[in-house]
T-cell receptor, first 113, second 110 residues
Framework: EAGVTQFPSHSVIEKGQTVTLRCDPI?????LYWYRRVMGKEIKFLLH????????ESGMPNNRFLAERTGGTYSTLKVQPAELEDSGVYFC???????????FGPGTRLLVL | DAKTTQPPSMDCAEGRAANLPCNHS???????VYWYRQIHSQGPQYIIH???NNETNEMASLIITEDRKSSTLILPHATLRDTAVYYC???????????FGQGTRLTINP
């Protein structure tokens, strides 16, 4: 069974540009999460989807970040416009039902220049 | 969710048991203890979790003290591939937001 996949693995963009990250959860997992680690900091929760609905978006840093999960399958996280402080690693995770056991993808490394 | 504290770093010789401690003195009765690890350049990986009883799986064992104020993750025969940052997280079952601390950076030495 395939694990959580994320695309792209790396992205280098200039400040002010737009970047869209994609996450494909484990098949059948209704819960999908986004986390990120910015340089030197701890991994932080961004938001949680249950199917296509946002259950908790308390960790989203500001309105430059937009997450979607149309159809309740894969999810995208768009950053527009990107700022230097958005650089870091963005992780996606998924889980079954309301299990706390979350399975993480390899992450997308974003560098904003 | 209760806060956990872990030593920032530990070393262990390859082939020996690695024992990683975690303090969670303010844990409530319905909070679980979860362990994840992050190997360099990979996403966090689930290891094991428990509530009151000791638990064992193919990766590790989890020993929780009777008062539940602390726990120990045991990797019975550490290998170089176990070098990673290990995170101890206390969380309500059904809660959905993992709160990662600094973790313990475990280095397995040949």
């Amino acid at each position: 069974e395939a694990g959580v996949t994320q695309f792209p693995s790396h992205s280098v963009i200039e400040k002010g540009q737009t970047v869209t990250l994609r996450c494909d959860p484990i098949s059948g997992h209704d819960n999908l999460y986004w986390y990120r680690r910015v340089m030197g900091k701890e991994i932080k929760f961004l938001l949680h989807f249950v199917k296509e609905s946002k259950q908790d978006e308390s960790g989203m840093p500001n309105n430059r970040f937009l997450a979607e999960r149309t159809g309740g399958t894969y999810s995208t996280l768009k950053v527009q416009p990107a700022e230097l402080e958005d650089s870091g690693v963005y992780f996606c995770a998924s889980s079954q039902d309301r299990s706390v056991t979350q399975y993480f993808g390899p992450g997308t490394r974003l560098l904003v220049l | 969710d209760a806060k956990t504290t872990q030593p920032p770093s530990m070393d262990c010789a390859e082939g020996r048991a690695a024992n990683l401690p975690c303090n969670h003195s303010t844990i409530s009765g319905n909070e679980y203890v979860y362990w994840y690890r992050q190997i360099h350049s990979q996403g966090p990986q689930y290891i094991i979790h428990g509530l009151k009883n000791n638990e064992t799986n193919e990766m590790a064992s989890l020993i929780i003290t009777e008062d539940r104020k602390s726990s120990t993750l045991i990797l019975p025969h550490a290998t170089l591939r176990d070098t990673a940052v290990y995170y101890c997280i206390s969380i309500l079952q059904g809660a959905q937001k993992l709160v990662f601390g600094q973790g313990t950076r475990l280095t397995i030495n040949p």
